[in-house]
């Protein structure tokens, strides 16, 4: 299970990246929960279920020109899930100066799908990891 994880990981990142928010949604639970780092504005605290990823989608989608996101570093955690360390890319959408910044992103699974994303510092995110090993 952990191996389908990682790919099932690594797959979301290639579907962000190329805007195909109908193959994250397939891959996702109908519950799946969205946390996005705490105090990111314009964004809630939480997202939950398709409907609330779709608002999450936009939102992200709508404030910025271009975005990438990269991944640095992932990490099979065994029945905790997997650590993603990403790097997002991006220029706002509205001018600015582009926006350089390391994330990480705790993601859970369950039968076969994303669960829930849970988007941290990195420190904040090895704090955790330290915890449950």
Excluded: C
């Excluded at 582009?98 to 994303?114: A, I, P, Y």
Aim: glycine letters at 8%.
């Amino acid at each position: 299970m952990s191996e389908q994880n990682l790919t099932l990981a690594r797959q979301a990142y290639e579907a962000w990246n190329r805007g195909d928010a109908n193959w994250l949604l397939e891959h996702m639970t109908e519950d799946v929960k969205v946390e996005p780092m705490h105090g990111s504005s314009p964004f809630d605290k939480v997202y939950i279920g398709h409907e609330g990823w779709n608002r999450f989608w936009k939102r992200w989608r709508k404030a910025w020109s271009q975005i990438e996101i990269r991944v640095e570093r992932i990490e099979d955690l065994g029945q905790h899930g997997v650590l993603v360390l990403v790097k997002f890319e991006g220029v706002p959408r509205g001018g600015g100066d582009e926006v350089s910044e390391t994330v990480s992103h705790w993601l859970k699974f369950r039968d076969g799908l994303l669960s829930s994303l849970t988007a941290m510092t990195p420190e904040t995110a090895d704090r955790r990891r330290e915890v449950r090993s």
